[in-house]
């Protein structure tokens, strides 16, 4: 149990659509980052956000965008569906340190796009 | 550009017979390097973070290790439960703590 829950766990979505995928992080960490994860591959990274801001930012259009709320929880919004966004949507969280920290993942959101 | 493979892409072992997976990494200043298990349809479940080239960490039946140009993760005498997809990734020194994952390893070991 990582303590990050994701919310929806499934859903299908037309292609020009909006979506929005939502994540509780684990109390104390105020760092939560988006991966996608297409099948048979490793996520890549989206974005991070760090006390409300963006601080780093993956290969990803501008359709891709997030928040993060004062509470640590987060949302990816992902506008103008396209086929190729169907994947796995991962959000992560951590608290940063000098060290490498460890990321903790949910179990992720299945996106279906038709 | 910071790049992570593994190798093999799928590995079949029978029970009890112990094997490496392999992670050649590519980076521009390492914070940490990190191995991670996951189940179908499941998010990665975090198993190691290695420092530095030397450094060992031991889980049950795996020992991850790490050189300036590699990580091997080593599987002893494995069980069917171990079956799952291991992924690699690493953190550079510089900027945020983004993860730049391999694309995993297929593991299945049957009895």
């Known amino acids: 149990e990582t303590g990050v829950t994701q919310s929806p766990t499934h859903l299908i979505k037309t292609r020009g659509q909006q979506v929005t995928l939502r994540c509780s992080s684990q109390?104390?960490?105020?760092?939560v980052s988006w991966y996608q994860q297409a099948l048979g591959q490793g996520p890549q990274f989206i974005f991070q956000?760090?006390?409300?801001?963006?601080?780093g930012r993956g290969n990803f259009p501008p359709r891709f965008s997030g928040l993060q709320f004062p509470n640590y929880s987060s949302e990816l919004n992902v506008n103008a569906l396209e086929l190729d966004d169907s994947a796995l949507y991962l959000c992560a969280s951590s608290i940063p340190t000098d060290r490498a920290n460890t990321i903790y993942f949910g179990e992720g959101s299945w996106l279906t796009v038709v | 550009e910071d790049q992570v493979t593994q190798s093999p892409e799928a590995l079949r072992l029978q029970e009890g017979e112990s094997s490496s997976l392999n992670c050649s990494y590519t980076?521009?200043?390492?914070?940490?390097l990190f191995w991670y298990r996951q189940d179908p349809g499941k998010g990665p479940e975090f198993l190691f973070t290695l420092y530095s080239a030397g450094e060992e960490k031991e889980k049950e039946r795996l020992k991850a290790t790490l050189t300036k140009k590699e990580s091997f993760l080593h599987i002893t005498a494995p069980k069917p439960e171990d079956s799952a997809t291991y992924l690699c990734?690493?953190?550079?020194?510089?900027?945020?703590?983004?993860?730049?994952f391999g694309a995993g390893t297929r593991l299945a070991v049957h009895p």
């Open positions: 980076v521009s200043g390492l914070r940490g």
């Open positions: 990734a690493v953190q550079a020194l510089r900027g945020y703590n983004k993860l730049i």
């Open positions: 956000y760090y006390r409300e801001e963006e601080n």
């Open positions: 109390s104390g960490h105020n760092t």
